[in-house]
């Protein structure tokens, strides 16, 4: 299986304080990966440096054969992101946020197939403040997915159980051609119920203490 994510001896660090230390990850194709962590324990600054929002002090990253600080253009339009925090104008419609996402991307996915099959298709005319929690969020996935991505990055595991685990996970595992693979990173959840997903997919989880 090839790999989709290589870093290696990955560090980063603001003035005194080491955000991370030489971290080291692969991940491969056809994947599922969690990234767990205490508050403060670099999740966020990892995931910057991997996506190329942040440059590293040293080491290096390889993100579906592509250097994320040289070759930004080019991973953009095959990267779906969902940050923690989504901050968007407050009277915007989902419809007219969704275009405005699939004018990005020069073979953007079917937005409205994607809301259908998140359970927001009805919600398509209204304003995004308008929209509840679950909702919110389920648009956010949506719109991590439009780019139709080979990697889809979420930034917040618990978010992807807290709306629906039978609509979300599946949907994102299943939502385009099987190239598709999240790359996820969260603190540890307080309460975790189990969830089967098919055999050729898998959770890791690597703890950064």
Request: proline letters at 5%; glycine letters at 10%; charged letters at 20%.
């Amino acid at each position: 299986m090839q790999t989709a994510i290589k870093v290696e001896q990955l560090s980063k660090s603001y003035g005194n304080l080491l955000a991370i230390d030489q971290i080291s990850l692969s991940v491969k194709y056809g994947t599922v990966y969690g990234l767990l962590g205490a508050n403060g324990a670099g999740k966020s600054t990892t995931i910057e440096c991997i996506l190329g929002t942040k440059k590293a002090d040293s080491g290096t990253v390889s993100v579906l054969g592509l250097n994320p600080k040289e070759d930004r253009r080019r991973l953009f339009q095959n990267v779906g992101v969902q940050f923690q925090e989504n901050n968007y104008q407050p009277e915007i419609k989902v419809s007219e946020l969704c275009d405005e996402t699939a004018c990005l991307y020069k073979a953007p996915a079917d937005w409205k197939t994607l809301c259908e099959k998140f359970g927001i298709g009805s919600k398509i005319d209204h304003a995004v403040k308008n929209l509840s929690g679950g909702e919110r969020q389920r648009l956010f996935i949506v719109l991590a997915l439009i780019p139709n991505p080979k990697l889809a990055y979420f930034g917040c595991f618990g978010r992807l159980f807290m709306v629906s685990r039978s609509v979300c996970v599946k949907g994102i595992l299943f939502s385009n051609t099987g190239s598709v693979y999240g790359f996820m990173s969260s603190a540890p959840p307080q309460r975790a119920e189990p969830y089967s997903v098919p055999r050729r997919y898998f959770f890791a989880f690597l703890p950064l203490v």
